[in-house]
């Protein structure tokens, strides 16, 4: 039996007017969501120029297709505490070995001592590990340095496994909180801090979900108020 128009037109209302009933009680119940300012906002002098970046253009991403990873870190990356280097003595394997920058940036090595990796590229410290090595010890030493493991970073705020984490090439701010479980319900996504190292002097910049990392980052995950 075929219902009149009326009725329908009056199921259609009753369904509309539902939904719209269900959509305005959803909103109602999720909480609002305030803007943090009391955290400070990074000057612009603070933002690190191009110039300023002596850490290779890989990191950023940006790599040409016939350059090696491998030769860009050779050439470009700046040593520090923590990283891990395989040092190789061209016919003196008992001075090859693997070893760790230390906390004030020096490696230890038979024969020579200390030496200063601080800032050097891996090339920098192959030549000044030659020049020791030439001082009354090896006639012409050849010395090839490779960067085991880069230094770690570090997670701290509103993530869920704060510390320190292994760094590996391509992660990105939202990869790396991954590692710490993810961001904590206070977490102000809005509101992410980066601490870095440029050539010894440190900088505090503004970051995003997708801003890469470097090794020896510190990020910060402000909390939200609300």
């Known amino acids: 039996m075929i219902k009149p128009l009326w009725c329908n037109i009056r199921i259609v209302f009753c369904c509309l007017l539902s939904l719209c009933l269900m959509s305005a009680s959803a909103y109602a119940g999720s909480p609002p969501v305030r803007v943090d300012v009391s955290a400070p906002v990074a000057a612009v002098a603070d933002i690190p120029m191009a110039d300023d970046l002596q850490i290779l253009d890989v990191m950023e991403g940006v790599l040409p297709e016939h350059v090696s990873f491998a030769k860009e870190v050779q050439q470009g990356y700046r040593l520090a505490s923590d990283d891990v280097l395989n ?22 090595m038979p024969l020579i001592g200390s030496v200063d990796a601080m800032h050097k590229t891996a090339l920098e410290l192959a030549e000044e590990i030659e020049r020791k090595l030439k001082d009354g010890y090896l006639k012409r030493p050849s010395v090839s340095v490779e960067i085991a493991a880069f230094r770690p970073f570090y997670l701290l705020g509103e993530v869920r496994s704060p510390g320190y984490y292994s760094y590996a090439y391509g992660l990105d701010v939202i990869k790396a909180v991954a590692m710490a479980g993810g961001f904590t319900y206070r977490a102000n996504q809005k509101k992410i801090y980066i601490k870095r190292d440029f050539n010894g002097i440190k900088k505090t910049m503004e970051a995003h979900v997708d801003t890469v990392i470097y090794p020896g980052d510190v990020i910060t995950v402000k909390e939200r108020f609300f």
Not at 89 to 104: F, H, K, P, T, W
Request: proline share 0%.
């Open 87 to 108: 040092i190789r003595i061209y016919n003196e394997a008992e001075l090859s070995g693997q070893y760790r920058v230390d906390a004030v940036g020096q490696i230890l």
